[in-house]
């Protein structure tokens, strides 16, 4: 039995630099068969900084406080997730839930299996030069933070801490 307060979970924040407050919950209590991350997303701050999908891990959303906006597919339907309500996002499905309003979201991310990303097993969508379109990249951890290489053309993406990965409103 492992037992933990919030307050006592140290920040891991994303190297992206899109959240002021993550806490690695399942890490601290010794999970190994799922993640869990505390968030809270002041106005303009996200879950993950972009547009992504986990090809190896289902993931919950749980809304503690505020309204959090997700985009779901390379569509981007929007779907607003207010408090006390969750949204699922099967592997391999496109997604990206972020703060677009004006009071502070706190949320929880609850993935499952394993209780860290296999990075291979992770694409995001951002701008490729090379295509002049947005395209689907494949994400390495490199040295701490994201690489990003082009599944259209392979074209590997500066490693570059991007504060937002998403397409501005």
């Known amino acids: 039995m492992e037992k933990v ?14 959240h002021s407050v993550r806490k690695p919950v399942s890490a601290v209590l010794g999970a190994t068969e799922f993640a869990m991350n505390y968030f809270e997303l002041e106005p303009g701050e996200s879950f993950s900084g ?9 993931e919950v959303f749980y809304v503690e406080e505020g309204t959090a906006t997700f985009d779901v597919g390379i569509e981007r339907e929007s779907v607003e997730v207010a408090a006390d309500e969750l949204i699922r996002f099967p592997p391999g499905e ?34 490729c030069p090379e295509c002049e379109e947005e395209t689907t990249q494949d994400t390495t951890m490199v ?9 259209e053309c392979g074209a590997e993406q500066p490693r570059v801490a991007r504060r937002r990965l998403r397409r501005s409103r």
Not at 50 to 58: A, K, R, S, V, W
């Open 5 to 18: 307060r919030i307050d006592d979970v140290e920040d891991e924040l994303s190297p992206l630099g899109v």
């Open 50 to 58: 972009g547009l992504h999908t986990h090809h190896d891990q289902e």
């Open 94 to 127: 496109f997604q990206e839930g972020y703060n677009d309003g004006s009071e502070t979201v706190v949320g929880w991310a609850i993935g499952a299996p394993g209780a860290s990303h296999d990075w291979d097993a992770l694409q995001s969508r951002i701008y």
């Open 143 to 151: 040295d701490g933070t994201f690489q990003f290489t082009c599944t």
